[in-house]
């Protein structure tokens, strides 16, 4: 464990600087057009559906699915053994990468479609990155 | 019919390990001998396309003089999208005779420029921080949601590594012959589950070369010509996780059904598939894509023995990136073959075969790149 380097980090760029000043305050922004509706991600200053550039930023619930994913095996300088690199649809349409915490890294604890809530985890004082654990089982 | 065919094509004298080769080097072992196989030389070339090196540095190495360069690099496909591109050229009288190379010092990383993209990249924000790591990782995640959908077995996934390991038993250059069962594939280390590592694609070295020109002249070479059909090609996004279906390439989709069109030519006329297998998976995306067989039945098309030597349909005859080399742009090995299958000199030769389609893929899903291949130029 000592060994664990930190994650790659993001460098934030202009166009997505909302989406990470949002998950270093605990939520998780989307984007929506305000000419034909639709929710993107990852971010840009304008709809990749019509090319309207009337597009607003918005909280999205953080609570998807899980997609899809791997386990990977071999050896990650950030990570302890072997990890899950998942897909999680969001309740709000896009999919996004992640890991997912609190969940046993097998095939049997990670079960497609299994309900998940987004968790934030600090990296240093301007990154946190958005992660996913199991949802609690009340609705 | 694109009046343009293949004059030569080449792949390096040596594959595999070469520790003694540069990259730039394989790219021009793979030329020089493409030129033995044309009897042109560097002189007679007026256009030059190539990925994972520069055109630049091509024509300076090789002595070239070009009036066309094409540096399209969209990953593994991208020699399918330079045959694409060279037809264009060549039906418009910019180039007449155009050299595409590939070289790729994979394993032993020979003067090989350093890879990454930095930490601002969309899919360095957004999928590098969850240790995604390569292809191993990115190209396999789909995998489990096209399991769950279409009910594709952990069997049928290994079914496809055995397979292409028959074809590979047959050609004296495949990196791995030796015969496999799907318990050998499960006993094979788990890379990123669910693959284990015979379901993933070598890392050798290696390269190749490809020589067009206007048909009319192709007749005016030794070896006999290869007519390009017809041509497609696609892109669609550099993150994996943003594909628009999980269980179906759209560049897949796109580059196949233009080149099918393009070629004026159905299902039943392929003699010859060649699809880009990076991963056990890229076979099963590659049939149902490019419309040989309907959504989730291409594992048990292939689990039925129709891709094997003497199937109905005879697929990756070389045995593919899973066993017959694969050095990270893997496209032109797939090209390579498919012109020893319409030469008649392939070591698997299928009897008889006259068209040959070849499906390139770059990126985790990202581009794609599909030539229909002929013995004659179609009507
Ligand atoms: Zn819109």
New interface residues.
């Given amino acids: 464990m000592a060994d664990i380097q930190p994650r790659p980090l993001p460098t934030p760029t202009p166009e997505t600087a909302h989406f990470w000043e949002g998950t270093r305050n605990g939520v998780l922004r989307l984007q929506r057009c305000l000419d034909c509706g639709h929710i993107y991600f990852p971010p840009r200053p304008f709809c990749p559906a019509c090319g309207s550039k009337r597009v607003e930023v918005f909280t999205a619930s953080g609570r998807g699915t899980l997609l899809s994913y791997v386990i990977n095996h071999r050896r990650h300088p950030s990570f302890d053994g072997p990890y899950c690199i998942a897909l999680v649809k969001l309740e709000e349409g896009p999919t996004m990468m992640s890991n997912i915490v609190e969940c046993e890294q097998t095939p049997e604890a990670l079960v497609l479609d299994m309900p998940l809530t987004v968790v934030f985890e600090r990296q240093n004082n301007d990154i946190f990155v958005p992660l996913f654990r199991p949802a609690e089982q009340s609705t | 019919m694109t009046g343009v065919a293949i004059v030569g094509a080449a792949e390096t004298t040596e594959l595999g390990r070469i520790p003694d080769v540069s990259q730039l080097q394989l790219h021009a072992d793979a030329a020089l001998n493409a030129f033995a196989d044309t009897g042109l030389t560097a002189k007679d070339i007026d256009g030059v396309a190539t990925a994972g090196s520069t055109p630049v540095e091509l024509v300076h190495y090789l002595g070239i003089t070009p009036r066309w360069v094409d540096a399209t690099s969209v990953g593994g496909c991208s020699f399918m999208i330079h045959v694409r591109h060279a037809v264009a050229a060549i039906q418009t009288g910019q180039a007449e005779t155009i050299l595409i190379t590939h070289g790729e010092s994979g394993r032993s990383q020979i003067g090989r420029g350093a890879r990454g993209a ?3 990249g ?1 899919a ?10 390569g292809p ?2 990115m190209f ?6 096209y399991m ?1 959908e279409y009910g594709l077995t952990h069997e049928q996934l290994a079914t496809v590594c055995v397979v292409q390991r028959e074809w590979a038993g047959r050609n004296p250059r495949a990196s791995y012959r030796d015969p496999i069962t799907v318990d050998d594939v499960f006993a094979s ?7 284990h590592l015979l379901e993933c694609c070598l890392v050798t070295d290696g390269g190749g070369a490809l020589i067009l020109t206007r048909a009319e002249r192709a007749n005016d070479f030794p070896q006999k010509p290869v007519h390009i059909l017809g041509t497609g090609e696609s892109a669609e996004s550099p ?1 994996v ?2 594909m628009q279906d ?1 269980c179906s390439s759209r560049a897949f989709r796109v580059a196949g059904s233009e080149a099918m069109r393009d070629a004026g030519i159905g299902h039943d006329d392929v003699d010859h598939l060649m699809v880009y297998d990076a991963f056990a998976h890229l076979p099963i995306y590659g049939l149902e894509d490019l419309g040989f067989c309907e959504k989730g039945e291409a594992a048990g098309f292939i689990a039925d023995g129709n891709t094997r030597p003497g199937g109905k349909l005879p697929l990756n005859t070389n045995g593919g990136g899973l066993s017959y080399m694969h050095s990270g742009m893997y496209g032109m090995y797939a090209l390579q073959e498919s012109v020893r299958q319409m030469r008649g000199t392939a070591p698997a030769q299928v009897p008889g075969a006259e068209v040959s389609v070849c499906l390139g893929v770059g990126g985790m899903f990202a581009a794609s790149g599909c030539i229909v291949m002929g013995t004659e130029a179609a009507a």
Avoid: C, D, N
């Avoid at chain 2, 360095?124 to 790591?133: D, L, N, R």
């Avoid at chain 2, 280390?189 to 693959?195: E, N, S």
């Fill in positions: 930095g930490t601002a969309l360095q924000q957004f999928e590098s921080p969850y240790g995604a790591m191993t990782t396999t995640i789909p995998v489990l949601r769950k280390r788990m890379i990123a589950y669910p693959f993150m996780s943003q999980l």
